[in-house]
């Protein structure tokens, strides 16, 4: 999603664009358009907004900080419609102007226990209305109207370390027409004031010091401008310390503001300011920062916006740093979690989504033929589908019904449709027929434990060179005999052997023959004149279905 933050500025427009996707963004690209002397800042701004390689998915400006007011109040409640009513009511006591001529909105900063820090912001009604028609009229629709104060805020928490979050903070903007002095304090807004006076000051002093034309006076002030700070006027030559008297006399009055932030700041956090921060393109001049910082005490440095924003590690010009802040600081209002819950002054029938439902037919002409398209070529394959099944399913059905026919026999038709609208039935069916045709089969089918079967497999087992004679065997029932589920299937084997080594041969045989017999019996015979030996050796058991040679 491509985020444009769009600084509507007095001497040229200023935009960054943000790439954000995945809860990660990027900067993408920085843009500026100078607004011409005498021309219309909107052409500037349609110019700037018409040369984009591609129409940003959100916008976000921001009205100027004399045209907005902000209260930070502390609401005895968690409940949201309590926290409405309380802020309407907080607003009738403190707006100078009416409620019902005023657009307003708010944000929960903490909670702790039952006490809610809400952040409002306010302005009225007309400046709202005249933002929106003159972007309107150059075809811009923002989805965001915040304030700088809303804008500076978000970028301060992102960039600042934790230990000055926790302290007071002055951001010092110094336009060309304006500056705005904004205190940041435990994460939020404290204050912050707008006042008449930037860079064109100094270029008037140098105009009117040296008496040259007021565009030769602002580059002048741009190559060759300086400020010495006090403790450097003793080293400075003669037209160096004139020339910096003449940059210092303006600055007087922006010091003087600083100094009288200060107190307030004091007054409101109990704390002293911690630091100073300078942006904006007069805050570039050399001897500024060292200025400010010996005038009022306090540490005072550049903020470095875009360089400390930018996660590939790329570092911009210190001009370019200080001239797009606020842009930037806008298009941080729509990223990451941010983008949930910001000041947005485009409410009720002002809201965005809210126009977006004026739909034009004409725009919407094509579209809505091409979804007319899909949805007759959606239904024509539905139904072609449907007939194609329904034949699918006759033939399947006339296949089904001949099957049952063949394995039934004679059926009557209900028997057939309650088969085919119940399939279970004719599974279940089925089955008993086939358990019936599988004992009928035991019954009149050949033994299959025949003890002629049992011998031949008995005899092929037995090695050659094991001479043995069977001298009694009974095993099973007769081949020709039905089968019987009581039939007695044990056996018993007895066998003359010559040789002692046999015995233990055709143990080993027997042994995987038959199951569940007792211990072999072994009895020595004599011949009748004493001169050889013969052994008699009786086996019984179970044979196993593999001696039956299956």
């Not at 993408?28 to 800042?41: A, M, R, T």
């Not at 805020?153 to 992102?158: D, V, Y």
């Amino acid at each position: 999603m491509r985020i444009l933050g769009l600084d509507l500025g007095t001497t040229s427009i200023k935009a960054v664009e943000i790439e954000s996707a995945f809860r990660r963004f990027e900067i993408h690209e920085y843009y500026e358009q100078k607004i011409e002397s005498g021309s219309d800042p909107l052409q500037a701004t349609k110019a700037l907004f018409t040369a984009l390689p591609k129409v940003p998915d959100r916008i976000a400006i921001a009205l100027k900080t004399g045209n907005v007011t902000f209260r930070n109040l502390q609401i005895p409640t968690r409940d949201r419609k309590a926290i409405q009513t309380g802020v309407k009511f907080e607003l009738e006591d403190e707006l100078p102007f009416d409620l019902d001529q005023a657009v307003f909105d708010y944000v929960t900063l903490s909670q702790s226990g039952q006490i809610s820090q809400i952040h409002v912001s306010a302005t009225l009604r007309q400046y709202l209305d005249t933002a929106l028609n003159n972007l309107s009229s150059i075809g811009i629709d923002p989805d965001l109207i915040t304030t700088e104060a809303w804008a500076y805020r978000t970028l301060l928490n992102r960039i600042l370390p934790q230990t000055e979050k926790e302290r007071p903070i002055l951001l010092v903007k110094i336009g060309n027409e304006r500056t705005i002095l904004y205190v940041h304090w435990s994460g939020f807004p404290v204050m912050t004031r707008e006042f008449p006076w930037g860079g064109r000051d100094l270029t008037t002093s140098i105009c009117r010091k040296y008496g040259i034309p007021l565009e030769q006076a602002e580059q002048t002030k741009r190559d060759h401008g300086f400020v010495l700070p006090p403790s450097q006027k003793a080293q400075a030559a003669p037209d160096q310390v004139e020339f910096s008297d003449v940059i210092l006399q303006p600055l007087e009055e922006l010091i003087r503001e600083i100094r009288q932030t200060k107190l307030i700041c004091k007054n409101i956090t109990h704390e002293h300011l911690y630091s100073i921060y300078l942006t904006g393109g007069t805050s570039v001049l050399p001897g500024l920062l060292s200025l400010i910082e010996e005038e009022v005490q306090i540490k005072t440095k550049p903020l470095k916006g875009l360089s400390q924003l930018a996660s590939s590690g790329v570092s911009y010009s210190e001009e370019t740093d200080a001239s797009f802040l606020l842009a930037a600081s806008l298009a941080l209002t729509l990223v990451g979690t941010d983008r949930t819950q910001p000041i947005n002054l485009r409410k009720g029938n002002l809201a965005k989504q809210a126009k977006s439902r004026e739909l034009n037919y004409e725009n919407m002409k094509r579209p809505l033929k091409a979804v007319a398209a899909i949805t007759i070529s959606l239904i024509l394959s539905i139904i072609v589908q449907t007939q194609v099944f329904h034949s699918r399913l006759k033939t399947i059905d006339s296949q089904l019904e001949k099957s049952i026919r063949g394995f039934f026999g004679q059926v009557a038709g209900s028997a057939i449709r309650t088969y085919l609208s119940n399939p279970s039935t004719l599974r279940d069916s089925i089955k008993k027929d086939l358990s019936k045709a599988k004992e009928l089969a035991k019954l009149y089918a050949p033994n299959p434990h025949s003890p002629t079967a049992f011998l031949r497999e008995l005899s092929l087992t037995i090695p050659k060179d094991t001479v043995v004679d069977l001298l009694q065997y009974t095993a099973g029932s007769s081949p020709t005999a039905n089968y019987s589920p009581t039939e007695n299937d044990s056996a018993e084997l007895s066998f003359l052997v010559s040789n002692p080594q046999n015995i233990e041969r055709l143990s080993n045989v027997m042994s995987i023959k038959m199951t569940g017999g007792t211990k072999p019996k072994t009895e020595e015979i004599s011949s009748s004149d004493g001169a050889s030996k013969k052994w008699k050796i009786t086996f019984t058991g179970k044979p196993i279905e593999a001696a039956y040679g299956k």
